[in-house]
């Protein structure tokens, strides 16, 4: 069993800074790319960034320049440094990490944390 926990949402005026981070834990053999999406109500899932194994980034052309993700292999953990927010940027924000476990290799998902960015 692998789960996926999430911390570091919250309320922040425009302009601010969030980091959000994801712990993975449990019976994992590797991790392989890990990301973050995020949903809008109204609006469906998309991808926010993503990070492979080797440390390979991409990011939606949305947020390029603003955020930053990066990760603690050792930890099994995701970051995402959210700078210069926008109101747009108001999601909720879900983890997902494609990993090995056991015999398996399969996407995990997170719970979610809310950004909520002010004007």
């Known amino acids: 069993q692998v789960q996926l926990v999430e911390s570091g949402g919250g309320l ?3 302009g601010g800074s969030l980091r959000l981070a994801c712990a993975a834990s449990g ?3 590797s991790i392989n790319a890990m990301g973050w999406y995020r949903r809008a ?3 469906q899932r998309e991808l926010v960034a993503v990070i492979t194994s080797g440390g390979s980034t991409n990011y939606a052309d949305s947020v390029q320049g603003r955020f930053t993700i990066s990760r ?3 930890k099994n953990t995701v970051y995402m440094q959210m700078n210069s ?3 747009e940027d108001t999601a909720g924000y ?3 990490a494609d990993v090995t476990a056991g015999w398996a290799r399969r996407d995990y998902w997170g719970q979610g944390t809310q950004v909520t960015v002010s004007s």
């Open 85 to 87: 927010l926008k109101p």
């Open 94 to 96: 879900y983890c997902n």
């Open 27 to 29: 019976s994992i053999i």
């Open 12 to 14: 922040v005026q425009a």
């Open 72 to 74: 603690d292999n050792a």
């Open 41 to 43: 109500p109204g609006k």
